[in-house]
């Protein structure tokens, strides 16, 4: 049985603003297990980003509230006042950001930066830590770590200063790596490096990982668990073969619809989800994907609840329509072709 | 080549397009280096055409597409727009022109004037060509916000009430409303969710069909590119490294560098992701300043031998319409390999004449597995 390592139950966010209550996480559950990759998938404003903000305390605000818990190693983390969260913070669970041009300071060598983060949480002299923030950017894959590490940041590339933001974050052998849009203001090509590190990583360091994304390609390389969010809710989970070869939720279908493949021939025209997803403030009454799905009828207008509905007890989702209709309606919603039933 | 170009359709002519961006040091400004964004790029885009334009940051798709519409100046080599040579046009003779062709950013958030209103962000450049009055305008305005799935009640709002599909769905009106001919789309669905890119590849389609537009499409994905493009060419540090029609560039890649970007693009579909043997590219792209010897993709190319490091592969043509840079090309039968090594040197202006739409008694080769 592996280690369980997270657990997150019923956890809710909410925002105070001017405007109105932001409903950012509306009750999420999920656990985490030692060398585990979970992909956390959904469109902008969906809540993935919050959810993995919340878990390290970053979302904590005076017009912020929470509701549930984040049980790490029998603590609840909501709860842990900020110095104790510090020790946890970077040591135990580590956060990599989209934008590797942004999330590092300008003004500190990348070297400094790691040394920094090691000797923060460790007993370890300056000289020791260097040598191990070499040693690290030698793992992640830059060329010339001796000398690299003593340039700036704007010296390195956008993909080498992922993989220094990589470095940094594992710099303390954290248990949990969460790893927010890590290659979506890369290339492709760079992409791929360092989603193959990232899959290289967790075998080496033995954490487990959240991957947050918007795309399903690039968790269909490397996840083991996948949440689809939306509206700051779970709409469907289950293991990256159930989400993959029998997804159940009309949204995860438009999601996979909308990926232009490759490895198929090239359709007419190119699925997308029409619409945009709805405000956190005035949610839509019912099933939140309502507004957008093609498939909503009356029923649709009570919220259907996160239950397993095939027989794989894994594999949860979020929507009244029975298992059959969907696999009369679901092929022909990834391809494309939207057509009404019930 | 001086005969006019328009004769086989073409609406832009590339020809010998170079651009060197100078760097400068010491107190008298004095140029100690050049970055070679565009190095030497022939290649056209026919009327009605939409012309994929795919590579990694830093390769020079997106200085060449500012060539183009001639935000930039090139350094050498010239632009025909409609057989217009445009390369050296000063600003006053430039503006009718720029009627004819217009932008699509690749951020929609830093491409809109934040403290303008929509009406007067996509009204604008009618007012400065002179286009219609005031109430006319208006109208026209309300159209297009129509045309690209916003309602005409969006015309007072502000930029930030906008999501970034949105967004880009004004800065496409804006360039609509001038009715141009060539409309250059710097990586326009790079910054959006996946699923609101589809949203936009597929209203990019429409429009296309409505307004009869021609497009260059810069991407660095190959996935995006497939769905809009006719053409697609690939470049790599400055140079054009392959051209070819959109669906034989995916089923055989001659370029080892082009194998390598469709390799990277990943695959929803966890086994045959498992399965399939990928092509990771090592390090980045070098630097534009010293490019390297030979052929520049030589230091991360798998495939590459000694001479490689030594000469400059030229630009090819493999028959249908595909060109590429390489002395090891890929995917190509023994009888094409022989007759295109038996043929004299191509320049990139004669390979590329053959690169457009022509009559179809050409030879053609047949695609065939990987010849190892």
């Keep these: ?342 | 080549m001086t005969e006019p170009q328009t004769q086989n359709g073409a609406l832009v002519q590339v020809q010998s397009l170079k651009k060197y961006f100078p760097i400068r040091k010491g107190v008298l400004s004095r140029e100690v280096a050049r970055v070679h964004a565009v190095d030497d790029v022939t290649l056209s885009v026919a009327e009605g055409e939409t012309l994929g334009l795919v590579g990694e940051s830093g390769c020079g798709k997106s200085t060449l597409g500012r060539c183009i519409v001639r935000l930039l100046e090139p350094t050498a080599g010239d632009i025909l727009f409609d057989g217009q040579s445009i390369g050296t046009l000063g600003a006053r003779k430039l503006r009718p022109l720029r009627r004819e062709m217009q932008m699509i950013f690749q951020d929609p958030y830093a491409s809109l004037n934040p403290r303008k209103r929509v009406g007067t962000i996509i009204s604008d450049p009618m007012r400065i060509h002179g286009i219609g009055d005031r109430k006319e305008r208006k109208g026209k305005v309300e159209d297009l916000l129509r045309v690209v799935g916003l309602s005409p009640e969006h015309y007072n709002r502000f930029p930030h009430e906008f999501s970034g599909g949105q967004r880009q769905r004004i800065g496409v009106a804006r360039a609509l409303a001038l009715r141009p001919k060539l409309i250059v789309a710097d990586e326009p669905v790079s910054a959006l969710d996946v699923s609101i890119q589809a949203q936009m590849v597929n209203l990019l389609e429409e429009l296309q069909d409505e307004f009869r537009l021609t497009y260059l499409f810069i991407a660095h994905d190959l996935g995006v590119v497939r769905h809009v493009s006719d053409r697609i060419a690939v470049m790599y540090l400055g140079k054009l490294v392959e051209l070819s029609p959109a669906e034989e560039l995916y089923s055989r890649p001659i370029m080892p560098y082009t194998e390598a970007l469709l390799s990277a693009v990943p695959v929803p579909d966890p086994d045959l992701a498992e399965k399939r043997e990928r092509i990771v590219l090592e390090g980045d792209v070098p630097s534009p300043i010293n490019p390297p010897s030979g052929c520049r993709f030589h230091p991360r190319c798998r495939y590459a031998t000694e001479i490689c490091s030594q000469v400059e592969p030229p630009l090819v043509d493999y028959g249908n319409g595909h060109l590429a840079a390489c002395h090891h090309p890929l995917n190509v039968d023994k009888a094409t390999l022989a007759r295109v090594q038996a043929s004299p040197a191509h320049t990139p202006e004669t390979a590329d004449s053959s690169a457009l739409p022509q009559d179809p008694g050409k030879e053609r080769a047949e695609p065939v597995p990987r010849s190892e």
């Design chain 1, 1 to 342: 049985m592996p280690e369980r390592l997270l657990e997150v139950k019923g956890l809710k966010v909410r925002f105070a603003t001017e405007d109105g209550t932001v409903h950012a996480v509306d009750g999420v559950d999920f656990e985490l297990n030692r060398g585990e990759v979970l992909g956390i998938v959904g469109e902008s404003g969906s809540g993935k980003s919050v959810t993995a903000m919340t878990l390290l305390g970053l979302t904590r605000d005076k017009n912020t509230r929470f509701e549930g818990e984040v049980d790490y190693k029998g603590e609840n983390l909501l709860d842990l006042p900020e110095s104790r969260l510090r020790d946890v913070r970077g040591n135990q669970i580590a956060m990599i950001f989209q934008d590797p041009m942004t999330s590092m300071n300008p003004v500190y060598t990348v070297g400094d930066q790691i040394v920094e983060a090691i000797t923060t949480h460790e007993p370890t002299g300056n000289k020791e830590a260097k040598r191990r923030a070499i040693e690290l950017l030698r793992q992640v894959g830059i060329p010339n770590a001796q000398s690299r590490v003593d340039d700036y940041p704007h010296q390195f590339s956008g993909g080498m200063r992922q993989r220094a933001m990589i470095a940094m974050a594992l710099s303390c052998n954290p248990d949990i790596l969460i790893a927010d849009e890590p290659t979506t203001a890369l290339d492709v090509t760079i992409q791929a490096q360092i989603l193959e590190l990232l899959d290289r990583l967790r075998a080496d360091f033995d954490s487990a990982v959240i991957l947050i994304t918007h795309d399903l390609g690039v968790v269909a390389e490397v996840a083991d668990e996948i949440l689809v969010m939306y509206a700051g809710r779970i709409v469907e989970r289950g293991s990256k073969r159930n989400v993959f070869y029998d997804p159940q939720h009309p949204y995860t279908w438009g999601l996979l619809g909308s990926i232009p493949r490759l490895d198929r021939p090239k359709p007419k025209k190119l699925h997308s989800i029409e619409g945009t997803p709805p405000s956190l403030i005035n949610l839509p009454q019912g099933c939140k994907f309502r507004p957008r799905c093609p498939h909503a009828f009356e029923k649709c207008f009570e919220e259907p609840e996160l239950r397993n509905r095939v027989e794989d007890r894994g594999h949860l989702d979020r929507c009244w329509l029975t298992v059959d209709q969907k696999r009369g309606v679901r092929d022909s919603t990834i391809a494309g072709e939207q057509r009404v039933v019930a």
